[in-house]
Every structure is written in structure tokens, then in C-alpha cells.
């Protein structure tokens, strides 16, 4: 899953990236409005954290573009102002779900999550396919009922994977979705990922390399 959290405080920002990493999501982090639309014209983000309260281009806005621009990017706007009121407008803006500060952690998670699955045809909370079967919320991989312990990487591309359904799934789409905006797109860390999983995964092999194309299972 990729996030772009946007947050003026650059602490509390880079607090959530990294809390938000370690949950496997790709993580990106901008600092104002403005940053967070350049991001967003040409990424695209399964949730946005969105401040309301930002310098530049104030959070409402970029929610409203983002909204006009009819993406399937899901917004939760992540604020100071928590009242009724300002619940209620930060939804009419179009946001998809409210929390006001402070918060737990453990919410935060959770409401990204579920989110993220609405970013996209909607989809089990556990995925399953050919006795491999992944629990986001739990952090759990097993196949045929033995666990298999994975690298947060490693997670993150057999989630895609599950997600696609058997379809094919490129590299670049794996480096979009499972590594951030700072990954060198000629880098074989996917390759690399991939071996290691396969392994891990065990025999008989279930992840299949489409040449020239990426990979499904």
C-alpha cells in the first residue's frame, strides 16, 4: 500500500512515516499543501494523511483537488480541530475519514487499512490464494496453516501480489507499491525480494515470473 502522510510538523510527520513503514505500507511525506499536490499529480497514493492546517496550500484545498480530480485516492484527515463541526467539514470536503489529535496509533493503523482496501476493488480483510494466506492486520503469512516469518519488503509484495488475483503484476508497480519515492527505479531490489520470498514461501513454487512482464501467483 502507498501513503503520503502530509503534516507541517515535521516530527510528528516523520513519527507516523516511520510508524506506518513498519506495517509494510510505502511511505511518503510532505510538508505542506503545496509539496502534497506536486506528490499526488504524479503518484498514485491508495491514502493520504492529510493535515488541515498547512502552510502553502491550505489541507481543505488540496482535499478538494484531490476530490475533483477523481482519483481513487482515499483521504484521512488527521487534525488538531475535532469537533463536531469540524468533522462534519472536513467530510463534506470529501474526506473519507476523520481523526482528530491526539490519537492512538493502533487507530491510525487500522483506519489506514481499511481505507486502503476501499482504494481498490473491495477485497477480503485476509487474502488467500494457493494455501498461502496473508492477515495485513495481524501481520501474519502462512501456508498450509505453518507460519512463515517475512522482512516488512517481503510482506508488502506478496500483499500485492494476493491483491491481484492472479493477474500479472509489473516490477514498477511493486516499486510503487511497496518501496517509497526514493527507490531507484533501476535498482533489483524487486528480483532480489522475489528470490528471497519464493524461498521462504517453500516448495512447490507458487510465485510465477512472467518474462518481460512481472510476476504473479
Do not use: C
Not at 73 to 89: K, P, S
Not at 164 to 178: I, M, N, P, T
Amino acid at each position: 500500500m502507498r501513503v503520503l502522510v502530509v503534516e507541517d510538523e515535521r516530527v510528528l510527520a516523520d513519527a507516523i512515516a516511520t510508524g506506518l513503514r513498519r506495517e509494510a505500507m510505502a511511505v511518503d511525506v510532505a510538508y505542506d499543501g503545496a509539496e502534497a499536490l506536486e506528490k499526488t499529480s504524479y503518484i498514485d497514493y491508495d491514502v493520504v494523511v492529510l493535515d488541515r492546517d498547512l502552510p502553502k496550500v491550505h489541507g481543505d484545498e488540496v482535499a478538494r483537488r484531490l476530490v475533483g480530480d477523481r482519483t481513487a485516492t482515499r483521504i484521512i484527515m488527521l487534525t488538531a480541530a475535532g469537533d463536531v463541526d469540524d468533522r462534519v467539514e472536513g467530510l463534506d470536503l470529501g474526506a473519507d475519514d476523520y481523526l482528530a489529535k491526539p490519537f492512538a496509533f493502533l487507530e491510525l493503523i487500522a483506519r489506514v487499512r481499511a481505507l486502503g482496501r476501499r482504494s481498490a476493488p473491495a477485497l477480503p480483510p485476509v487474502l488467500e490464494r494457493s494455501g498461502v494466506r496473508l492477515d495485513p492486520g495481524k501481520r501474519l503469512v502462512t501456508r498450509d496453516g505453518a507460519e512463515i516469518a517475512l522482512t516488512k519488503k517481503e510482506f508488502a509484495v506478496l500483499e500485492e501480489l494476493l491483491r491481484a488475483e492472479g493477474a500479472v503484476v509489473s516490477q514498477e508497480d511493486l516499486l510503487d507499491k511497496a518501496w517509497d519515492e526514493h527507490i531507484d527505479p533501476f535498482t533489483n531490489v524487486v528480483r532480489v525480494t522475489m528470490m528471497t520470498l519464493r524461498k521462504k514461501l517453500g516448495e512447490p513454487q507458487v510465485i510465477e515470473t512472467v518474462p518481460g512482464v512481472g510476476y504473479k501467483l
